[in-house]
């Protein structure tokens, strides 16, 4: 299939004005594209470089007849979009990524139960909705585990950590009735993360997969080379390309992976995917010639996907709350490429920026 | 002179709305900047990523007082603002780079004098207003010559050849009644620019000579690593030094050079400066962490100068008129990267956009 891709002065809509969003929005520009960022909180860092925002609740149903009338695709940046806001879009105009993908990352259980149908590994889960369903549940995960709600976690949201049987109920509660999932602890060597997309053609590239360490659960630094060799690339591509045409994909997604001592080589696991751009993808914007935003906004619309080749070895580190401060600082490095969100206030836990340190490719 | 840079958050006037203005807006959104834009047509193509925009003649008086009132420091993206407008503003809030650099910029007389002050090197020339005087200027410079008008010439617009004596009439009647300037013509191996910066304490840096080709009188490829060795780049960020210092000059700047061979070296003769980005500095976005935008951004709002390394060899090419439509087949290339300019309409000699095609680094 081969669909003439959208024309330059087109108008992509973007679901949620965040940074997700603002990257977005500026690797659109670049490739000759409006935007329109659909976000309740006036001047949302996306809308500061969009063309245009409409300022309304993610189901508003004016704002969404607005975003069909204006645009002519629809994109979202965050995982957490009501379902039925984007199957109303999708009834209207094209959305990539569409609801199947949001629907599957929406939910814990139905994301590991498809990582698992398609053949990739995941910790030991079972699905916890009662105390009788987390004892059974316990049996097949052994302890230590974590019980997470299936629904609306990030950053270590909606977790909770089970060490010993006594912790159980604890742990439930913390749940507050929501159904949740317990996943066996993973003995893992280091975390990974590829940033793959899927072309409307049906083509699928990945860039290097990156390792990631994470503090407080939230998203610290991702190193690229990985210390994984490339058997481990390999088998991530595999995973990402399985994924994609499972979910008929279109976009840039992100599969994050646990990756675990085998001998000499790392088995990896799935822990979970974000149909979106990505934290451990920002690199891309620096060390490659197509970023990950560049890449999605190819793949919404219709352009070939773009070469994932990298020029630079590179880390990027989170600037998180008041890190941002530091900007100034940083300006001063050799090879520093920084980020800054364009966010009013720098709460304790926030995302504000990040930088990305080049250097000579090694490997 | 240690001055605290703007803090993120602080609103960056530019005057003009073009494809420079574009890039320096989003240059100044990934530093954490709000940009308003000051131009008369509207949905310009820097408005289309900035905060906002004044729609407005450059020497409107209501807009110059909204511009110095919403914004913390002003710049501008191209050397034709009106003096008047800019020194109205430099009575109320810093303008980078201010109205000294732009008078001498308007100005090839001026310009030429100024560099030759200086110590550099510039094609033979002498002032042209009247029949006797081009007679006295023809004797200076030798044939062929090149009559241009000192002011509001660019892309090869007001400049008329004299090969022979006899072409002289027709040449001064281009010129149209308008001061103007003889320049010898230059037997050049080849045409080089320097792109650099002077920061608010002085510092002055250079990113790498890029060598350039015309089309038509206007830039067609920006290529670097330069045919020029080493020597080229140190006479280069010499003069760019001189100049800068002599205009007090803060933010980036261009020089263009004629390099003429001298031997085993190359001598570098002044053609003209942009008090501003420049074209042949669009291959920075592709191939160093801190491109020209960014670095303007830094200077004009009292952050460190980023480094001007270089991660690839590049070669930026301009895409004018409807060569634009060839950016889906650019889109297939590896190592190909894309800036369209979000402009309308594909005028025939209109720059449209431009691709930097990066390499690995060979020098």
Redesign the interface.
């Known amino acids: 299939m081969s669909v003439a ?1 959208l024309k ?2 087109s108008a992509i809509g973007i679901i949620g004005g965040g940074q997700l969003g ?1 990257m977005l ?2 690797a659109a ?4 594209y ?1 935007t329109v960022i659909l976000d309740p909180a006036p ?1 949302a860092p996306a809308a ?4 245009r925002q409409i300022v309304a609740a993610y189901d508003d149903p004016a704002a969404l007849t607005q975003m069909a009338n204006l645009c002519d695709v629809v994109t979202y940046e965050f995982e957490n979009v009501p379902v039925a806001a984007v199957e109303w879009l999708e009834a209207r105009l094209p959305v990539r990524p569409g609801s199947k993908a949001l629907k599957v990352a929406q939910d814990r259980l139905l994301e590991k139960a498809m990582a698992r149908d398609l053949g990739a590994q995941t910790a030991l889960f079972a699905p916890v909705a009662t105390r009788s369903d987390l004892d059974a549940a316990m049996a097949v995960t052994g302890l230590p585990a974590v019980l997470k709600t299936t629904r609306l976690g990030y950053d270590g949201k909606g977790q909770a950590r089970i060490v010993r049987p006594e912790d159980a109920d604890a742990a439930l509660q913390a749940m507050a009735g929501q159904m949740a999932v317990l996943e066996a602890f993973v003995h893992f060597e280091c975390e990974v993360s590829v940033i793959a997309a899927r072309g409307l053609s049906g083509e699928v590239c990945a860039f290097d997969v990156a390792e990631n360490i994470h503090r407080d659960h939230i998203l610290h630094t991702s190193k690229v080379p990985s210390a994984l060799g490339p058997e481990a690339q390999t088998q991530a591509l595999g995973i990402a390309e399985a994924i994609a045409s499972h979910l008929d994909y279109v976009g840039v997604f992100a599969v994050e992976f646990f990756a675990v001592r085998d001998g000499e080589q790392h088995r990896l696991l799935v822990n979970e995917m974000a149909p979106r751009v990505h934290n451990s993808g920002h690199w891309t914007e ?1 060390a490659c ?2 970023s990950q935003f560049e890449q999605h906004i ?1 793949a919404i619309t219709g ?2 996907l ?2 994932t ?1 990298r ?2 070895d590179c880390v990027m580190e989170n600037l998180i709350g008041d890190e ?1 401060d530091t ?2 600082e940083i ?12 966010k ?1 206030e720098a709460r304790p836990g926030r995302k504000m ?1 990040h930088v990305t340190r ?1 250097t ?1 490719k090694t490997a």
Chains 1, 2 share one sequence.
Do not use: D
């Open positions: 891709p330059p002065g603002r929005a500026m520009a670049r490739l000759g409006k001047e500061q470089v969009a063309n620096a010639a197509v190819r352009l070939p773009g070469n080749g020029h630079s941002i900007i100034g300006a001063t490095e050799k090879g520093a490429v920084i980020h800054h969100y364009g009013a920026g080049i000579q």
